[in-house]
């Protein structure tokens, strides 16, 4: 098809809406045969007689109802399938021109054994697993309400999320998340932490992406679904939260503070898909900080230890507003677009007592000791605007062409400000350290895609371009000046690009028992880095391939085995590439490296799945081998301060087996397990600040996730649950386990419309176990352990109220470049 064509056949879609008046429809309701009550969600599929080409699908609505519009006259049938009944087809339907063809109630029977592949929790799918994803329902995670969708992934397998709020899959904390199948590279965690979620309906975790799929992230990718007006008319959800006063004194200044509350308003009409909401989020975090640290100098043969403790605590706040708009004039036409923007903030106060003292090598004799008090405050702040437009059209031959653009703009600044002042007069001011910087960024992203109905599968194909810029400011001062000769250092400018180009093409299809996806993806990337003190760009340009595959076949009923290869790759964000240092602490400088590489992933896995009648259970073998793994290390700038750095070893790999159950052993209880255990490896050389070292670290780690529910009656439930990191290998030193339970109990009102949960997270009872990492690193010249411990037994009240049934997915432009640097 030549690009006249193409544009010709989008300007007749878009200028002819008016000429379907003379179209004809079909109509009818779909209603349980047994029961005689309408079936909700049944899909429902009309074909051409002649050809038994597909001409539309739709899901029925809350009275089973189902419309085609906009038909040509002509022979039809009509197919209807639903988990749990077996498939209705009603053949010779006749339609004449300008004909509205009322079918009445269409029965269908309820099958004698549910349909393998998922697991059925009383009226919802908990869980369902295909060729390339496993797909979780996210309302089964009650503790989760009122808060985010970091909130809701740590409770799936293989997902776990440590004290620093760090998210990782299978061990691999770099992933691609899409939200509603938009890309948001990298730093997941701050775009999920601005979703509400009760706005999630679903959870795809596509472990071995296919060639289509960004390959992005070496952990593969996780989809966010949200939710939307599933019928037609007016829906509206809302939710407000409140936290309790908090339980426990840690000495911190101020009380934290806990509350908010999101609105979701839907209108749906035929042709229309209208939704806009908002949400405000204050979720503050009091905590604690215990530290030591001591640093070698071989030179003057002296060894300077400065542990610390303090208050270490957290305000943090956001606020959002969304609007997207979809616009069906026909079955062969679909638009639709997005606005999203909003704010997020974060104040970090760490107030803490150093005793510093320096004693000789050899002897350990005390050389001189001295005692400061150390106020430390830093802000990050993001305000976010982002847009997009889709537009997807369908031939009469049943391919399609879809266009794709979304645009961002993300102001991200703040600031550190640390001083280190006398004690016990804390009036005097020994130095006086501040570092503001601002960082500003505008992404662009265009999609072209087609799908092809080819030799009984599917050919897709498309091209890509991505290109986003970052104009970084740093600023840096520091009182008295004589106390730090080489502050000029801190200041400058960097000034980062990437641009890349991509094609793919991948088919899929069905033989027999066997599903089949395989493609092949190519990309050309540059990314170029400027600096204010450097007059030499920082250049590199990569050309790449990515192959994927995957294979499903149905063994018998109830049982599947899969497998699957993908080729990733993990880029660097401009945090990491920026080498102006920041002073994060007293004790700690930061900085990144504009040469850094990206790492190269090759994931493969092999898997088994049974479906029951009672739930599903699967296991997953998965081997991940990595080229230039990032690693952050420590190394010594001065006798009381270390200086982290990012850097590239040589190679890494991990190993293991993943696995996943969920259970209804009764009415009245439901139970989910999720578990992960792996090897990992890291070793080779780093390069820090131009000095090699060798690495060589290897490890066994494991995580489980346990939920479990109880209906107590129609209208109260009771939910339990649990997050459990053990304790895992960094590039110098380990990350302690870490801990987290959490129980809520529920009571609906109003035949469900409206509920009021109590829940208790953070569960600790005194035990001093729940809440706490421990982060130690050690190399020759230095050693460090660092305790954080974060506010435990949290109290919060959620009320939920729902006119009428979100559900589906709204496509709310998510951010593609912002984020990731916040």
Partial sequence: ???????????????????????????????????????????????????????????????????????????????????????????????????????????IQPGSQMLNQVNITGEKLDALSKIDKQTYRAGQFESAKGGNAVDVLKNLPSVSVDGQGEISIRGSSGFLVLINGKPVLTDAQTVLSQIPANMLENIELITAPSAKYDPDGKGGIINIITKKGATNGLTLAANTLAGLPSTKDYGNKKSSKRFGGDLTINAKSDKWDISAGGNYTRNDNAGYREGDVSIKNFTTNTITRFPSNGERSFDKYNYAGRTTISFTPDTMNTLSAGFFAGKRYQARLADL??????????????????????????????????????????????????????????????????????????????QDVYNPYENPINGYRFKLDHALPLGGGKLETGYQFRYDTQDGKFEYSVTPAASQPDAARFRGTAKAKNQINSVYSQYSGKSGKLEYVGGLRYEYAARTVNLSYDPNPHILNLSNLFPSANLLYNISTGWKAKAGYSKRVQRRNNFELNPIPEREHSETLEQGDPDLLPEFIDLAELGLIRNFSSGSFFTTLYYQGIKNPIQRVNSVYADSILNRVFTNASRARSFGVEMGTNLQPAKWWTLYLGANLYNYKVNGTINILDVSSPINNTAWVYSFNANTGFKLSSTWSLQGNLNYLSERPTAQGKDSRFIVPNTSVKK???????????????????????????????????????????????????????????????KLPASEFGDKEF
């Fill in 748 to 810: 609906t009102l109003m035949k469900g419309q409206l509920s009021a949960s109590l829940q208790w997270q953070n569960m600790d009872l005194g035990t001093n176990h729940t809440q706490r990492q421990r982060i130690t690193t050690m190399g020759r010249e230095f050693y460090t352990t660092t305790n954080y411990i974060y506010e435990t037994d949290v109290f919060l009240l959620n009320f939920s109220f729902n006119l009428n049934r979100l559900s589906s997915k709204s």
């Fill in 1 to 107: 098809m030549t690009l006249n064509k193409l544009a010709l056949l989008i300007l007749l879609s878009l200028t002819s809406i008016s000429a379907f008046s003379q179209t004809s429809s079909i109509k009818g309701l779909v209603f349980d045969k047994s029961g005689k009550t309408p079936v909700e969600f049944a899909s429902v599929a009309l074909f051409k007689t002649a050809d038994s080409s597909l001409v539309a699908g739709m899901i029925t609505k809350a009275n089973g109802g189902f419309d085609f519009r906009g038909l040509q006259s002509g022979n039809y049938r009509l197919k209807i399938a639903f988990i749990g009944y077996d498939s209705k087809v009603v053949s010779e339907i006749v339609v004449a021109s300008g004909q509205i063809l009322d079918l009445g109630n269409v029965q």
């Fill in 353 to 430: 007592l150093y005793n510093n003292t320096t004693s000789n090598l050899t002897t350990n004799a005390l050389q001189r000791s001295t005692t400061y008090f150390n106020s430390n405050l830093q802000t990050k702040q993001g305000n976010f605007t982002l847009g997009n437009f889709d537009y997807t059209h369908k031939f009469s031959d049943k391919s399609t062409i879809a266009v794709s653009a979304l645009y961002e703009r993300a102001r991200l600044y703040g600031n550190t400000s640390n001083k280190n002042l006398n004690h016990p007069n804390n009036a005097i001011v020994i």
